[in-house]
Structures are given as C-alpha cells and as structure tokens.
C-alpha cells in the first residue's frame, strides 16, 4: 500500500476510444505528477500539478489531456491515441512545497494497451 | 535540455557478489534521488542525496554524490536474490522545478 492508487490496473482501447485513468492519494500531498513508462526508455515526466495548478507540460500530444480537481486527485483523459502510447502509466505525488525536489510515491500504475 | 545518463543498463550478479550502477548528469543537479523498481512494481523511494560529496547508507546500500554534483552511484554489496529490480537515478535541477530527470535504469538480475 504505497497512499498512491491508480485506477484501472489494466486497460485495452482501440484508437477511436475516450477513456480516463484515475489517480488517487491519502498521503496529504500538494504535488502530483503523470508518468508514461515505455520498455526501454527513462520515465517520461508528462504533467505536473501542484496545489490543483499544472506547473509542468512536457510538449505532452493534445489526446492526453489532465486534469486535476483538488490535490487528492488526479486524472489523464484519453482520446484517439495512437499503438505508440502503449505503455505503463504511473501517477506519483509529493510533499512538494516549491523548494526543491521531494521523493515521489507512485501508484502501481495503468498498463494501457491500445489496439 | 538536462540528460542523466545511467549505467550499465543491465547487470547480471551471482548471489553474494557486489553491484554497482553509476549515474551521470549533463548539468550540476540541486540534489539526486535514487528508487527501485521490481518486477511488476512501480518505483520505490530510496535514498535523496543533496550535499557535494555525500556518502549515505542503507544496510548493505552505499549512496555517493560526486564532488562537483554531477554524478552518482549506488553500490550493494553482497547482493541477494531480494536486490532483483531495476534501479533508477533521478536528478533534479533546482528549486522552483518540479522535474526530476531520471536514468534509463540498470536492471539487475540474481542468480541464486
């Protein structure tokens, strides 16, 4: 039990779908983040919201769009995604008060499948 | 923009030999954190280093940040079938960010 919950655990879209990964937290968090975990390639960091405010967009595509209604959760909408956004999708959150760095505590994340 | 560059990207050990993986920034990092992935798993916090030259431990884990706060390494020694995962550097820039920058990871396999 990491505090950090993620919601489905697994899902399979076709490209034509509109579906919403959900991220919950109880750990009391100000900052949570969305990441895609592709084989082979470095955790990439997608958005950042801190205190409901997106302070971070990695030129992430418009069919990923976030949203975050209060700092206890979190969601990722997806729509017309392509075969190459199958990955793993982890939620993250930390204590983060704008000074620097804290450790992050991830969900077990969403492994998204698109056919 | 800002690399962390980690290696090696796998690392096969017999159970009691030693391990290390070492990381490298393109830029002075504010601080450097390191997690652990098992299996199936998500990323689990291990250690955050913020001092030039910190040398921090975890049991039969040893954290070292470089002098000039560019590189990193962790090195586990005597490993054990439980050190299986894959670990990962994570560097972050400095305050008013809130991106780490992380490593490919080493993934590191036991053999019992």
């Known amino acids: 039990e990491t505090g950090v919950t993620q919601t489905p655990r697994h899902l399979v879209m076709g490209m034509t779908n509109k579906k919403s990964l959900k991220c919950e937290q109880h750990?009391?968090?100000?900052?949570m983040y969305w990441y895609k975990q592709s084989a082979k390639k470095p955790l990439e960091l997608m958005f950042v919201?801190?205190?409901?405010?997106?302070?971070e967009n990695n030129s992430v595509p418009s069919r990923f769009s976030p949203e975050c209604p209060n700092s206890s959760h979190l969601f990722l909408h997806l729509h017309t995604l392509q075969p190459e956004d199958s990955a793993l999708y982890l939620c993250?959150?930390?204590?983060?008060?704008?000074?620097?760095?804290?450790?992050?505590?991830f969900g077990d994340g969403t492994r998204l499948s698109i056919l | 923009g800002q690399q962390v560059m980690q290696i090696p990207q796998y690392q096969h050990v017999q159970e009691g030999e030693d391990f290390t993986t070492y990381c490298n920034s393109s830029t002075t990092l504010s601080n450097i954190q390191w997690y652990k992935q098992r299996p199936g798993g998500h990323p689990v916090f291990l250690i955050q280093l913020v001092k030039s030259g910190e040398v921090k431990k975890q049991k039969r884990l040893t954290f070292q940040f470089g002098e000039a706060k560019k590189n990193s390494s962790l090195h586990i020694t005597a490993t054990q079938t439980t050190d299986v995962g894959t670990y990962f550097c994570?560097?972050?820039?400095?305050?008013?960010?809130?991106?780490?920058?992380f490593g490919k990871g080493t993934k590191l396999s036991v053999i019992p």
């Open positions: 994570a560097g972050h820039s400095g305050a008013g960010s809130y991106q780490l920058t």
């Open positions: 993250a959150s930390s204590q983060d008060e704008g000074q620097g760095a804290q450790p992050q505590h």
């Open positions: 919201y801190n205190f409901k405010e997106q302070t």
């Open positions: 750990l009391g968090h100000n900052a």
